[in-house]
T-cell receptor, first 113, second 117 residues
Framework: DQQVKQNSPSLSVQEGRISILNCDYTNSMFDYFLWYKKYPAEGPTFLISISSIKDKNEDGRFTVFLNKSAKHLSLHIVPSQPGDSAVYFCAASVGTSGSRLTFGEGTQLTVNP | DTEVTQTPKHLVMGMTNKKSLKCEQHMGHRAMYWYKQKAKKPPELMFVYSYEKLSINESVPSRFSPECPNSSLLNLHLHALQPEDSALYLC????????????????FGPGTRLLVL
């Protein structure tokens, strides 16, 4: 049972444009959501997170939006840069311990110069 | 310092070998994790240690044996592995408990690429 889904395995955008990566979840108990970026041969790197008490969190070029009623979150990258090309994983957790992260399958973002 | 280090970077082993993966962090984190990641798949949680005690074992076969000798170190002992165990093994660490509410996260190491022949 895939509780966190990223339905787009890949996304290609032009440099300077907006990248929008989407994530859906089925477990209504999830209350903390994270985005990780992963380059080849490296471990995932934390990008941005959002608690279920918020609907938006912004950090520089990165903004995460949470729609709890739709069980949907998205990551917006504006403006996109070639260095943003990586695999992006959405992850979710339940409760305060945060020990168990459930990951989506990832979206390969390619930003073309 | 937000670094988690893992050794070795690459490992090739036969099905009868015994080997160990090592992970180290000096962020004062008291939770440490082992994940397994197959190509084009998300990381899958294997084990969680909290305050040096095993708190989560996701029904991992006994040929994988974790060990947490102290708060900075995490090992994964491997014995009699199968070719399907070939994967990237990721270590991570984090605060325990309410750290999540402060925007904390899990910090990942670069992984060990394991090939079982």
């Amino acid at each position: 049972d895939q509780q966190v889904k990223q339905n787009s395995p890949s996304l290609s955008v032009q440099e300077g444009r907006i990248s929008i990566l989407n994530c859906d979840y089925t477990n209504s108990m999830f209350d903390y959501f994270l985005w990780y970026k992963k380059y080849p041969a490296e471990g995932p790197t934390f990008l941005i997170s959002i608690s279920s008490i918020k609907d938006k969190n912004e950090d520089g070029r990165f903004t995460v939006f949470l729609n709890k009623s739709a069980k949907h979150l998205s990551l917006h990258i504006v403006p996109s840069q070639p260095g943003d090309s990586a695999v992006y994983f959405c992850a979710a957790s339940v409760g305060t311990s945060g020990s168990r992260l459930t990951f989506g399958e990832g979206t390969q973002l390619t930003v073309n110069p | 310092d937000t670094e988690v280090t893992q050794t070795p970077k690459h490992l090739v082993m036969g099905m009868t070998n015994k080997k160990s993966l090592k992970c180290e962090q000096h962020m004062g984190h008291r939770a440490m994790y082992w994940y397994k990641q197959k190509a084009k798949k998300p990381p899958e949680l294997m084990f969680v240690y909290s305050y040096e005690k095993l708190s989560i074992n996701e029904s991992v076969p006994s040929r994988f044996s974790p060990e947490c000798p102290n708060s900075s170190l995490l090992n994964l002992h491997l014995h009699a592995l199968q070719p399907e165990d070939s994967a990237l093994y990721l270590c991570a660490s984090s605060q325990v408990g309410a750290g999540w509410r402060k925007g904390e996260t899990q910090y990942f190491g670069p992984g060990t690429r394991l090939l079982v022949l």
